[in-house]
């Protein structure tokens, strides 16, 4: 019951697009077996109920594939997939080396030059379970966060933030891997590059978008006509001191036409903590009214810049079911409560629909 008012609150939102995360190192920890697209998962939200167990990715895909037909038989065009691929297995990360943390696993490590091939594969099995579940899947990102140590580790040779980077190159291996297999198959595909964090400084540990941009082969550049962010609505001294999209736009500006005509997705937004991603200050089915609509309001904001902004094209919600350990979503995890920021997301789509200017953040938000 709990599962069906979720899924008809999520459905009154007409999401464009759902982001599919496949963690291979989770599908593939033996080289010697392919990916476990059917693995069976819990259905939990991590470890809070209620649980709804299902056959992996397979049965995400046929799920999607049965809001996608519900959405067209209603003239809508919802529910597009976007892959975004992220976890090293084992078997297939680089040895340590560079400036790395203290604990860091071969999930966050570079492939092995060997292991592209198992990657691409992994790619291909996707292209394939999609084609079975009658599901188009157009939309690929090559890695998440790869400016980030807990995806992409190290981030530099030497421990200094001074250091030319490492990661955009290991970057570069994989999107042209990707594009390679997608150019393969055939039909329609787009890479939606970057999947960046919203890093606007260099440290020993993690490269502003500005760096990785910079340092990225022009081909690679040149690979899509999409590039993507994850930019959460902080406030208070989490705030950034400057407009993170700002920063992105005049990045790939600085990379001649392609990086010019690029478009922008918004592929993270959200809002919880003043600082997005911290625990809400008294649990997440229980942070005072005042607070969820502060991080609701400060969302909204982000929305209007964003929305008057003609090189974003779409900003998606990190997540719809809280994620206990990045809590920002507009369910709580054990989907008793629903956020503000539900309302704003419902408002927003209303608006958007219409083709009308957007209200102020605090209507939005009521």
């Not at 297995?89 to 292991?115: H, I, V, Y």
């Not at 600085?254 to 592929?267: E, F, L, Q, V, Y």
């Not at 607070?291 to 008057?308: N, P, T």
């Not at 995890?333 to 920021?341: F, G, K």
Request: charged share 15%; net charge negative; aromatic share 8%.
């Amino acid at each position: 019951m709990q599962f069906q008012s979720a899924r008809l609150a999520l459905s009154a939102l007409h999401p464009r697009y759902v982001r599919l995360l496949v963690n291979w190192a989770v599908l593939q920890p033996d080289p010697g077996r392919p990916a476990a697209l059917d693995a069976p998962v819990s259905g939990c939200a991590r470890t809070v109920a209620p649980c709804g167990a299902y056959a992996g990715i397979r049965e995400q895909l046929a799920a999607i594939a049965s809001q996608q037909r519900a959405a067209q038989a209603s003239g809508q065009a919802d529910f597009q997939v976007v892959i975004d691929v992220f976890g090293t297995p084992g078997w297939a990360a680089r040895k340590p080396g560079g400036c790395e943390l203290e604990g860091t696993r071969a999930f966050s490590r570079p492939l092995s030059d060997a292991a592209i091939a198992g990657y691409r594969a992994l790619i291909g099995s996707l292209l394939a379970l999609g084609a079975q579940e009658h599901v188009s899947l157009q939309w690929w990102s090559p890695w998440n966060e790869p400016n980030e140590p807990a995806f992409l580790s190290p981030q530099r040779p030497s421990c200094t933030a001074a250091s030319p980077p490492s990661s955009p190159a290991v970057y570069a291996e994989l999107a042209e891997a990707m594009a390679a297999e997608l150019r393969a198959d055939g039909g329609v595909h787009h890479l939606l590059l970057g999947e960046l964090s919203a890093v606007q400084s260099d440290s020993p540990h993690r490269t502003s978008m500005d760096s990785f941009v910079a340092s990225l082969p022009p081909a690679v550049i040149c690979l899509g006509e999409h590039w993507s962010i994850h930019a959460y609505a902080a406030r208070g001294s989490a705030a950034p001191s400057s407009d993170p999209m700002a920063a992105l736009e005049a990045a790939l500006d600085m990379r001649g036409a392609c990086g010019r005509d690029a478009h922008i997705w918004i592929t993270e937004a959200g809002a919880g903590a003043p600082h997005p991603g911290r625990s809400r200050h008294a649990g997440a089915a229980h942070a005072s009214a005042a607070e969820e609509l502060d991080g609701c309001e400060a969302l909204a904001a982000q929305l209007v810049g964003w929305y008057s902004d003609p090189r974003i094209e779409a900003v998606l919600q990190y997540t719809f079911r809280e994620d206990p350990a990045f809590p920002v979503g507009l369910l709580s995890a054990d989907l008793s409560h629903q956020y503000p920021t539900y309302r704003l997301w419902r408002n927003y789509a209303r608006v958007r629909a219409r083709g009308g200017p957007l209200p102020s953040p605090a209507a939005l938000c009521t």
